[in-house]
C-alpha cells in the first residue's frame, strides 16, 4: 500500500483518474479535495495503517466520488463511504478515532479552473472547509448488520436499522414515502 504523497499532486491524480477512466475536471477537483480532506483530519496512510480509521460521505454520484474512492480506499461495499445524492461537489472526511470531521465543497463552477489550479490554488480558494459533527448510530460503521426486519408492507427485508417504525410494525423508506425508483412491470415469480 502506497502512502499519500500530499507534495505530488500529479501522481495522485494519475492514480485518480486510472481509477475512473479519465482526467476530468472532477478528477481534479476530487483529488485536491481528498488531500486536503484526509490532511485535514490527521489521516496519512488512508489504505493502510490508517484504514480502519476513516468514513468518507460524499454529496455527489459523479466524478469526485470517483477520486475519493479511488485516493481514500473508502468504498460503499466496506460501509466506509456514504454516497449521499444531493448533487454537490462537496464530502466530508471523518476520522473515527478521534471523531474530528471536516466537511469541504467545491467553491467554484463547473469549467472555470484548470488542473493547475488545483495544483496550486490555496485550500481556501479552491473550496468552503468546515470543520462538522457527524452523528453516526452503530448502523452506519463497517462490520455485522446491527438489525434485520422485515417492511410490513413489501416484506422486504431491511437491513442496519434503515427501516421505520409504523402502526406498531416497520416498513422500508419506500413504502414509508409511497415512493419507489422503480415501477413495477412484470413480476417473474
Ligand atoms: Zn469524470
Ligand atoms: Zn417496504
Known amino acids: 500500500m502506497e502512502k ?6 500529479e501522481m495522485l491524480m494519475a492514480e485518480a483518474g486510472r481509477f475512473h477512466g479519465d482526467i476530468c475536471p472532477g478528477i481534479s477537483i476530487g483529488t485536491r479535495m481528498t488531500m486536503i480532506g484526509l490532511r485535514s483530519i490527521g489521516i ?5 495503517a490508517d484504514r480502519k480509521k476513516i468514513m468518507v460521505f460524499v454529496e455527489i454520484d459523479r466524478c469526485i466520488a470517483d477520486a475519493v474512492m ?6 460503499p461495499g466496506k460501509r466506509t463511504m456514504k454516497v449521499k445524492d444531493y448533487g454537490k461537489m462537496a464530502a466530508t472526511f471523518i476520522n473515527l478515532e478521534t471523531g474530528k470531521a471536516v466537511r469541504l465543497v467545491a467553491a467554484m463552477r463547473k469549467g472555470e479552473r484548470g488542473p493547475d489550479d488545483f495544483a496550486t490554488a490555496s485550500d481556501e480558494e479552491l ?3 468546515a470543520e462538522v459533527e457527524v452523528p453516526l448510530l452503530p448502523g452506519d460503521m463497517p462490520g455485522k448488520p446491527t438489525r434485520r426486519v422485515t417492511c410490513s408492507i413489501c416484506g422486504e427485508a431491511i437491513m442496519d436499522g434503515r427501516d421505520i417504525e409504523a402502526g ?3 416498513v422500508c423508506k419506500p413504502c414509508a414515502a409511497e415512493k419507489n ?3 413495477v412491470l412484470n413480476p417473474v415469480n
Open 168 to 170: 406498531g410494525g416497520f
Open 4 to 9: 499519500l504523497d500530499y507534495e505530488n499532486f
Open 44 to 48: 496519512t496512510d488512508p489504505k493502510g
Open 70 to 75: 479511488a485516493l481514500t480506499g473508502c468504498r
Open 127 to 129: 473550496f468552503s472547509i
Open 181 to 183: 425508483y422503480y415501477r
